[in-house]
T-cell receptor, first 116, second 111 residues
């Protein structure tokens, strides 16, 4: 059973470009979470999605950032017009549907964004 | 979710038990204690969780005080590969699965 898959693992963008990070949850998981970790800092929650729905986006910056989890395909975290301060590791996690809520999140290995 | 307090860093000798404390004095009755760890540059990894009883699995043991205001994660025989940042998180399981990570404890296992 494959774990949470994130790609790309490393992404380099110039200021003003767009970054798209993809996350495929574990098989059978319908909940996806995105976290950001700035260099030498802790993990900060960004957004929580279920299939086709954003449940909680309280940690998402109001501008330039968006997330989706379509009915088919991976979850996408999109950052428009990137700035140097967006350089970070972006981690995706998944969990089964809420009926089996144990609080255990399964994390991917992260996507490391570098903005030049 | 209740706030947790952990030491910033700890050292442990290889092969010895690592005891990582966590204070959560404002925990409420329906909040669980979770432990995760993050080995350098990797994604966080679930270790163990509990409500009020002590718990043990293949990775670690979790000891929760009777008043639930603090807990200790025990790695019985620490190895160099256990060097990581360990996060203690308190969460209400009825509030969705989102976890709030604090600063954690940076455990350094030394040979």
């Amino acid at each position: 059973n494959a774990g949470v898959m994130q790609n790309p693992r490393h992404l380099v963008r110039r200021r003003g470009q767009e970054a798209r990070l993809r996350c495929s949850p574990m098989k059978g998981h319908s909940h996806v979470y995105w976290y950001r970790q700035l260099p030498e800092e802790g993990l900060k929650f960004m957004v929580y999605l279920q299939k086709e729905n954003i449940i909680d986006e309280s940690g998402m910056p109001k501008e330039r950032f968006s997330a989706e989890f379509p009915k088919e395909g991976p979850s996408i975290l999109r950052i428009q017009q990137v700035v140097r301060g967006d350089s970070a590791a972006y981690f995706c996690a998944s969990s089964p549907q809420s009926g089996t809520n144990t609080g255990e999140l399964f994390f991917g290995e992260g996507s490391r964004l570098t903005v030049l | 979710d209740a706030k947790t307090t952990q030491p910033t860093s700890m050292d442990c000798a290889e092969g010895r038990a690592a005891n990582l404390p966590c204070n959560h004095s404002t925990i409420s009755g329906n909040e669980y204690v979770y432990w995760y760890r993050q080995i350098h540059s990797q994604g966080p990894q679930y270790i163990i969780h509990g409500l009020k009883n002590n718990e043990t699995n293949e990775m670690a043991s979790l000891i929760i005080t009777e008043d639930r205001k603090s807990s200790t994660l025990i790695l019985p025989h620490a190895t160099l590969r256990d060097t990581a940042v360990y996060y203690c998180i308190v969460r209400n399981n009825n509030a969705g699965n989102m976890l709030t990570f604090g600063g954690g404890t940076r455990l350094m296992v030394k040979p």
